[in-house]
């Protein structure tokens, strides 16, 4: 188990999250992630586009698969889902069917491509704010507009 001053306790079987790399990953963005975990997406602004860049890719690289025959390979959706986890009220969840719903195929420059759709995120937040009383629905624009999209996009329910 790996504990990290951001108060939250990662335990997995997999040997990417135990991993030196991981580790170090963590350590070195603890400021970051600390910030954007005392955060939500109504504060992220352009000024935030280069540590958030930086950030996702060194995920990628840290998370990358350690066997088999993808070894070497970096999943965008492993990392948002990461960087959620560490600051879920700021980065959105996405996968494959969410990211081409939204224009940000991330076949080529994922970094770039998560921070397009960080900032449609907030635009969305942004829009139901006023129609949204978060309070009475028990949770965060992100997570009703995570919800929507997964429902939406992933499974096809709606």
Same mark, same amino acid.
């Given at each position: 188990?790996?504990?990290?001053?951001?108060?939250?306790? +990662?335990?997995?079987?997999?040997?990417?999250?135990?991993?030196?790399?991981?580790?170090?990953?963590?350590?070195?963005?603890?400021? *970051?992630?600390?910030?954007?975990?005392?955060?939500? %997406?109504?504060? #992220?602004?352009?000024?935030?586009? &280069?540590? %958030?860049?930086?950030?996702?890719?060194?995920?990628? #690289?840290? +998370?990358?698969?350690?066997?088999?025959?993808?070894?070497?390979?970096?999943?965008?959706? $492993?990392?948002?889902? $990461?960087?959620?986890?560490? $600051?879920?009220?700021?980065?959105? +969840?996405?996968?494959?069917e969410i990211a081409r719903a939204y224009g940000c195929r991330y076949s080529r420059n994922p970094e770039a491509k998560y921070l397009l759709f *960080?900032?449609?995120?907030?635009?969305? $937040?942004?829009?139901?704010?006023?129609? *949204?009383?978060?309070?009475? *629905?028990?949770?965060? +624009?992100? &997570?009703?507009?995570?919800? #929507?999209? #997964?429902?939406?996009?992933?499974?096809?329910?709606?």
């Amino acid at each position: 188990m790996f504990s990290c001053s951001l108060g939250i306790k +990662l335990s997995t079987d997999t040997t990417s999250l135990t991993s030196a790399s991981w580790k170090n990953c963590l350590s070195k963005n603890l400021n *970051v992630l600390d910030k954007h975990r005392k955060s939500n %997406i109504f504060n #992220y602004g352009t000024c935030d586009d &280069k540590a %958030i860049e930086n950030l996702f890719r060194e995920f990628l #690289y840290a +998370l990358r698969i350690r066997e088999g025959k993808k070894k070497g390979t970096g999943s965008p959706v $492993a990392v948002a889902k $990461a960087l959620h986890l560490l $600051a879920s009220d700021f980065f959105p +969840l996405w996968d494959y069917e969410i990211a081409r719903a939204y224009g940000c195929r991330y076949s080529r420059n994922p970094e770039a491509k998560y921070l397009l759709f *960080v900032r449609k995120s907030k635009e969305m $937040a942004e829009n139901l704010k006023s129609s *949204v009383d978060t309070k009475v *629905v028990g949770k965060t +624009l992100l &997570k009703l507009i995570d919800e #929507y999209n #997964y429902a939406r996009y992933t499974q096809r329910w709606i």
